[in-house]
């Protein structure tokens, strides 16, 4: 049995999608109720309420954890006592490029370390879904707005991130190892608008923000310091940051998928 923590979110619907096609049980878990596929067991828990967990963690094997709430050694005694012996890790890129600031997925990452459990973290740069929060404006006026318009970053495709997550589930050789996933080349927010827009065969106008409108927008669902640390990598990446990793095509034996793809299977959110 594997665990997936997030069951809903943009790497965990798919991940749980991969692991049942390959004949894996799965429980999944989310703080509601929902879809998915025939065959899998739901618990519905909140990581910020580890005893919450106990329900979904009878039995299994493995566990896929997000970082979120604020008691990592308690989900991972829970899990240790529950009969887990590997536990992967989604944590950030910032975790490794800027510990200072990325302070809760560096405390999630220690907690694994220390955990007793095979370990594996995954160290994702940003998600190409994270342009879903254009969605709204570009189906209703054709704009997208975003900050510092021509630095580029490598973002990588969720699925991309959960075909690698179920590799590292299933398979040995992976205990100890963090992994930094990222896209196949850096991509600008104008060019991934221009993307979006060539998927819906119309074009999509890029308005740059300045820096000061993009904080204000971002403190109203990230804490500060994040907001801080994010507009610092998204117009001042550090080296590290810009470049392309070689673990998913290690991994998967395969490319990562560009953002021109995701783009087109994900156009009907932007219609």
Do not use: C
């Amino acid at each position: 049995m594997i665990v997936v923590t997030g069951a809903t979110g943009n790497v965990g619907t798919e991940l749980v999608r991969i692991l049942v096609g390959v004949g894996e049980r799965v429980t999944a878990v989310s703080r509601r109720v929902a879809q998915l596929p025939y065959g899998v067991r739901h618990v519905e828990a909140d990581l910020a309420d580890p005893p919450s967990l106990a329900a979904a963690l009878e039995g299994a094997e493995a566990l896929f954890l997000l970082v979120a709430g604020e008691d990592p050694e308690g989900i991972l005694g829970l899990a240790k006592a529950a009969g887990v012996r590997r536990v992967v890790l989604l944590s950030s890129q910032g975790a490794g490029t800027r510990p200072e600031v990325y302070r809760h997925p560096v405390a999630f990452e220690d907690a694994v370390r220390g955990s007793g459990l095979d370990w594996t973290i995954l160290r994702s740069g940003g998600l190409n879904s994270n342009a879903f929060a254009w969605a709204g404006s570009i189906r209703t006026e054709r704009t997208a707005a975003a900050p510092f318009g021509d630095v580029g970053l490598p973002t990588v495709d969720p699925a991309d991130v959960a075909e690698v997550a179920a590799v590292v589930l299933r398979e040995g050789g992976h205990a100890g190892s963090t992994y930094d996933l990222t896209g196949p080349a850096p991509v600008t927010p104008r060019e991934r608008a221009e993307a979006i827009g060539e998927a819906l065969g119309t074009p999509v106008r890029f308005i740059e923000q300045t820096r000061a409108e993009a904080r204000a927008q971002m403190l109203s669902f990230m804490p500060e310091p994040v907001v801080e640390g994010t507009l610092a990598i998204l117009g001042e990446p550090l080296p590290a940051e810009q470049e392309t990793s070689p673990a998913v095509e290690r991994i998967l034996g395969r490319a990562p998928r560009p953002f021109a793809d995701w783009a087109a299977r994900t156009a009907p959110a932007f219609q």
